[in-house]
């Protein structure tokens, strides 16, 4: 009998997942065809990994409690040249990555980032839009690039993101991202994507713990030294 094959993914899609149970059915319905969802469980209780299973998406366990943590067993994981990131919380549709893609893929970008823009005035907290703008500022100053939001949802190829070792393993590792592929001299893009209100509670923006701990996670990547290129 000849055994058979599994196709390679396109693109890899890192989905970071604690108790989204009743989010996974519309993001993981959304991702495009021939790409590979990566959900990646952080210790969830509500049956989200079984779920993601059920739904096809293949799953990966990262008991260490850290979104970086779990955005980075998803990165180690990939396989695909190009590897996407994008939150499982219903907040971001990951159909919005196609161009992001296309545009790594034809070389005119080495990172595409997401400009978040809510579609209603709940699908923000006030405090969480006033610290993303204020970070932003703080990463101008920093790196020089003119970028208005750090949101999750991004695109770039999967061995230059493992060159650039980044060590963050909770609230700062989309920042450490950018960060170091703006100290590598990467070009950086940024478009406008529509932000929904998330399904459940922000596990960072949602408690007065979690912002606290961002944005001293923020604060201590942007005091770090510059990466040599």
């Known amino acids: 009998m000849r055994a058979v094959t599994t196709p390679s993914p396109d693109v890899d899609v890192v989905l970071p997942c604690l108790d989204e149970a009743e989010a996974l059915p519309w993001v993981l319905g959304r ?6 969802a990566l959900v990646v469980d952080n210790g969830s209780s509500d049956g989200s990994a079984r779920i993601a299973r059920a739904l096809g998406a ?3 366990d990262e008991p260490r409690r ?5 955005c980075h067993t998803g990165l180690t994981a990939a396989t695909a040249g190009i590897v996407c990131f994008c939150d499982c919380d219903a907040s971001l549709d990951p159909a919005l990555l196609v161009p992001f893609v296309r545009e790594v893929r034809e070389g005119r970008a080495d990172l595409v980032l997401g400009r ?7 699908a923000w907290p006030v405090r969480a839009r006033a610290g993303n703008l204020a970070l932003a500022r703080l990463l101008r100053r920093r790196t020089g690039l003119r970028l208005h939001d750090l949101g999750p949802l991004r695109a770039a190829r999967r061995e230059a993101l493992l060159a650039l070792d980044l060590t963050d393993r909770r609230s700062g590792y989309p920042l450490e991202m950018v960060v170091r592929a703006a100290d590598a001299g990467w070009r950086i893009s940024e478009h406008d994507v529509p932000y929904l209100p998330r399904t459940g509670l922000s596990k960072v923006t949602g408690t007065w713990t979690g912002t606290w701990q961002a944005a001293r996670d923020m604060r201590r990547v942007l005091a770090g030294p510059r990466a040599e290129r």
């Open 66 to 70: 850290g979104f970086g943590a779990a």
């Open 31 to 36: 991702i495009p065809a021939g790409w590979r």
């Open 116 to 122: 978040r823009r809510p579609v209603s005035r709940g």
């Open 58 to 60: 293949t799953v990966l």
